[in-house]
Structures are given as structure tokens and as C-alpha cells.
């Protein structure tokens, strides 16, 4: 047994997924921390506390424990706001940690803030620190440009991690080349080990059953696009490519729309869905469109089997668990050509790869599987073959746990020469 601190500053393993700040990050949190626990680790997850009503420590599920660190004002804030509270939260895990009776073997940080936080506290307790990035500041910045609103300290502050942490996890191959070529990182400290999908939430099921649950039309060709509904997500490339599959292709379309602050789609919550409205009515296809707002983990498996696609084509993605679990429910996927979505999804074999912020190329992958229903078939066997052999969350589990019994057992070795000393100067 290993007791393994999980640090995810502003990503809670209780946060529901779908909205605006909550997604793959807390659904990672969340499974990692419970498959160390099946591995028999005892497992901390140190988060910020962001509700006043929460308890400081409380125990979820067996050997996992969540601890709310107080980190600024108790309530939700924009992760972009956050940085300023870092100090507390570092100062918060050093006093925590100097009072353990047990002290912990390992720390996993999670985004680039936690790890800023913890690095001084792993250096001093001479434990291993690993970094789960999920998201690197360079190639956001390549993308969002003047979106982006983080400041551009986040690029040092990253080039300190990433020379002094033990260990980096890449999720895909594309995230482990930017963190060699824009990072300069030491590529025999980096691990790539993916995210996953959970077979007791998502996997196959009568694609006429869930049409009938959901209320959809037998005959339609229906296309699914879930996630968070924030620009760089592509949601309006799909809305295009709609368009243009109904009036250049000729097929008879709808189109669902699955995320959002709340679950029923409001455009207070979420600002996005307007612009999202104006762009369908702009297109002609405001009336195929159909915007259902966030829904629970346990509801999406309908989602996923009742659609005859899965369409995802955000700008970048680091990873991109929705890809995943869409293949595991036997369904082929179109998806970006970016990011981890180039690595979970076999162009050609399990769906197809297209440009982002290409409506057209979307509209021609989408129109040779809906006039070729074998194709889309064996592609969504495919794909759930795929995520079965390489993607599941006990996989993810298993290797994570490898790794971090290999990296505490030889902690003992001397540190890095530079370790912690230019982390514990940027959070001071």
C-alpha cells in the first residue's frame, strides 16, 4: 500500500462534468483516484474549496478521502482566477503534510497550478512529484490567442515544473512531443499513459431502445456532440456541418447538442448556447438542432447508442474523453485532427479525422456514413475494440499505480540538483 496525496487545484472529483470549468480533468481526478484505491493505495484528493457548505475532509468511497483546502473565497471561481490563491493552497498542503503521523509516498499534481503549489511541499518532504498537465499553456495561447486569459507568467511557471518534477504524464503522443519541442522537457521523464473510459457508465446497448427513450426518430440520421459548451469545443463546426449535409448532401439530419452549465439549456447560464441559436438560424437548421443542456454521467450512455455518429472538432484537445467513451458504445467518431483525438481515433478504421473549423470536410465524412450503414458499423466495432484493448480506466489505473510504486521506491536517490528551487521562489 502507498499513501498517494492527488493534487487538482480547481477540478473536484464532485464537480458535475459538463460545465463550463468542469470536465475531463474532474472525470480523470475522479476514476484515477478510485482505481489507486482498488490498487490498494490510500488516496488524498486535495481540492480547493469552493462551497462553504462542504466538510474540510470526507471520506469517498473506500481508502479515498476528499480534502477542501480554503484557498480563496468558498464559492466558484474561473480556474483563470486562481493563481493569486495559490499561496494559501501551497501553504495550506506544507502544514497539512508537516502533520501527518503516516507521511505520503507520492504526490500527483493535476494543471499547472497545483503543481506550482505542491512542488515546494514534495522537495521538503523529499517525495515524488508527478504533473498531469491535462492542458499546456504554450499551445493554449497558440489557439486562443487574446481568449486566453491566463497571464503569461503560466509559461515560466511551467518551464519550472517541467524541469524539476519527477515525472510527467503525457496523455498522447502529440502531448508529448509539444512538451519536448515548446518545453525543452528530458523525454526520459516523461510517461505517456492516456485517459479512459469506465465500462460500468458507457458500453453498447439497443440503438432502438435508446431512440425510443429519448424520444428520437427511428429513421433519422442523428449526430451527437457532447461536451462543454465553450467556443474553442467547435460546437458551430458542427452546426455548420449540419447545415451543409442537409441542403449540399441531401440527407435528412438532426443534430444534439449534450453540455452546459445547467440541465435545462439556458443561455443565462450559458452565454454560449445564444451564439450557438444565432448561428443554426443563420444556417437554416435552428429547427434540427436540438440543445438538451448538461446531463448526469448515468444518462449519457442513451445519448452516445441512440446516435448514428459522434462529432467532436474543438480547435485543439489535450486528450478528449468523450471520443473515447462514444467508440466504447460502438459508435464511429469525427473527429478533429488535433491533439489527443488524432491518438484515440484510428482515421478510417474507427471514424475519421477532419480540419477543425472545416463544416465542409465535416459534411462529407458525415454523408458517407450515413449512405453507407455497414461502413458506419464496422468502424463503431472497430472503435469499440479499440477503446476496450487501450483505453479503460482500470488500464489507466494499473499503469498509474506501476508507476508510482517505481517512483517511490527509489526516492530515496538523490533529488534533482535544481528541484524545487525555482517553484518554491515562484509561489513565494
Not at 44 to 63: A, C, H, I, K, Q
Not at 214 to 229: A, H, I, K
Not at 375 to 382: C, D, F, I, K
Amino acid at each position: 500500500m502507498q499513501k498517494i496525496a492527488i493534487i487538482s487545484e480547481h477540478a473536484s472529483p464532485l464537480a458535475q462534468a459538463g460545465s463550463i470549468d468542469s470536465g475531463g480533468q474532474n472525470i480523470y481526478v475522479a476514476q484515477i483516484a478510485r482505481q489507486l484505491a482498488a490498487c490498494g493505495n490510500q488516496v488524498d484528493v486535495f481540492t480547493r474549496l469552493d462551497n462553504p457548505y462542504l466538510p474540510p475532509e470526507m471520506s469517498w468511497g473506500e481508502n479515498v478521502r476528499i480534502i477542501h483546502v480554503p484557498a480563496g473565497p468558498a464559492k466558484h471561481l474561473p480556474k483563470e482566477s486562481l493563481l493569486g490563491h495559490m499561496a494559501d493552497f501551497g501553504a495550506y498542503l506544507q502544514n497539512y503534510f508537516a502533520n501527518q503521523d503516516e507521511p505520503y509516498d507520492l504526490i500527483h499534481a493535476n494543471f499547472f497550478m497545483s503543481a506550482m503549489a505542491a512542488m515546494p511541499v514534495a522537495r521538503r518532504a523529499g517525495i515524488p512529484l508527478v504533473v498531469t498537465f491535462h492542458a499546456l499553456g504554450r499551445v493554449r495561447r497558440k489557439y486562443q490567442a487574446e481568449a486566453d486569459l491566463f497571464p503569461d507568467c503560466r509559461f515560466q511557471i511551467e518551464d519550472e515544473i517541467i524541469q524539476n518534477a519527477d515525472c510527467i504524464i503525457a496523455e498522447c503522443p502529440e502531448d508529448r512531443r509539444d512538451l519536448i519541442d515548446l518545453y525543452d522537457a528530458d523525454p526520459s521523464r516523461i510517461r505517456m499513459i492516456p485517459c479512459g473510459y469506465d465500462p460500468d457508465e458507457v458500453g453498447p446497448m439497443d440503438c432502438k431502445e435508446a431512440r425510443a427513450q429519448l424520444g428520437w426518430d427511428p429513421d433519422t440520421f442523428y449526430v451527437l456532440q457532447l461536451g462543454r459548451m465553450v467556443p474553442r469545443k467547435g460546437v458551430d463546426n458542427v452546426i455548420r456541418g449540419l447545415a451543409r449535409l442537409r441542403n449540399v448532401h441531401g440527407v435528412n439530419a438532426r443534430l444534439c447538442v449534450v453540455g452546459g452549465n445547467s440541465v435545462e439549456p439556458s443561455e443565462a447560464a450559458t452565454p454560449e448556447l445564444a451564439r450557438l441559436r444565432d448561428i443554426a438560424r443563420d444556417e437554416g437548421v435552428l429547427d434540427f438542432v436540438e440543445f438538451t443542456g448538461r446531463r448526469a454521467r448515468n444518462q449519457l450512455q442513451r445519448y452516445y447508442c441512440a446516435a448514428d455518429v459522434f462529432v467532436t472538432t474543438p480547435w485543439y484537445e489535450p486528450f478528449g474523453i468523450t471520443p473515447i467513451e462514444a467508440m466504447a458504445c460502438g459508435r464511429p467518431v469525427i473527429g478533429a485532427d488535433t491533439g489527443g483525438i488524432r491518438y484515440s481515433v484510428a482515421d478510417g478504421e474507427t471514424g475519421f479525422l477532419v480540419p477543425p473549423r472545416d463544416p465542409d470536410a465535416l459534411a462529407v465524412r458525415l454523408a458517407a456514413l450515413a449512405r453507407d450503414p455497414a461502413l458506419a458499423r464496422r468502424m463503431g466495432e472497430a472503435g469499440a475494440r479499440r477503446a476496450q484493448r487501450l483505453f479503460t480506466w482500470d488500464r489507466v489505473g494499473q499503469e498509474l499505480n506501476g508507476l508510482f510504486y517505481e517512483l517511490a521506491s527509489r526516492s530515496e536517490a538523490p533529488l534533482h540538483a535544481t528541484s524545487g528551487r525555482g517553484a518554491a521562489r515562484l509561489i513565494a
